[in-house]
């Protein structure tokens, strides 16, 4: 199967995934894979030391290696790919081909103590500038975007 990204220099932040052709809408992008963490309880050691993980479930995470397109899906608080079920990432819109493809980690994490480590820095017109997790996002806005929270993450929608 022909990837449909490809890890470019990005204007957010490092490195990118960029759509290599045109993605439809409600296309799945890819799913990442990696190994299963789990935590009895959130704290603000492990909120602050992880990265390049993503919340699968309460308290578990996956974590990905080197060369997993998870590492370079950025954030954007106006995002055009989110995560479906519990790891499946796909779009929200269709994504032209060299656009970036981005999505909001404040939904893929409940955590209370999770913070990005930097201030955003995606310029949309609706950028919160501090990333924090879903228990975090006025309820105004985890309600619109119901559709694109993950399933384990519904009961805060």
Not at 61 to 77: A, E, F, M, Q, V
Not at 82 to 97: E, L, S
Not at 113 to 139: A, K
Request: charged share 25%; with cysteine; proline share 6%.
């Amino acid at each position: 199967m022909k990837k449909k990204y490809a890890v470019q220099k990005s204007g957010i932040r490092g490195k990118g995934l960029f759509a290599v052709s045109k993605l439809g809408q409600h296309e799945i992008i890819f799913i990442p894979k990696g190994i299963i963490k789990t935590v009895k309880r959130y704290s603000i050691s492990d909120a602050k030391t992880e990265q390049h993980m993503l919340a699968i479930a309460p308290h578990t995470w996956l974590k990905t290696g080197k060369s997993d397109p998870l590492r370079y899906l950025n954030h954007s608080c106006e995002p055009n790919a989110y995560i479906c079920g519990f790891k499946i990432i796909v779009a929200t819109k269709d994504i032209m081909p060299g656009e970036e493809i981005t999505i909001d980690y404040s939904f893929t994490e409940e955590d209370p103590f999770w913070e990005l480590d930097h201030p955003c820095q995606c310029g949309t017109p609706m950028c919160r500038v501090r990333i924090r997790s879903i228990t975090h996002l006025p309820q105004e806005l985890r309600t619109a975007q119901k559709q694109y929270t993950p399933d384990w993450l519904q009961k805060y929608t």
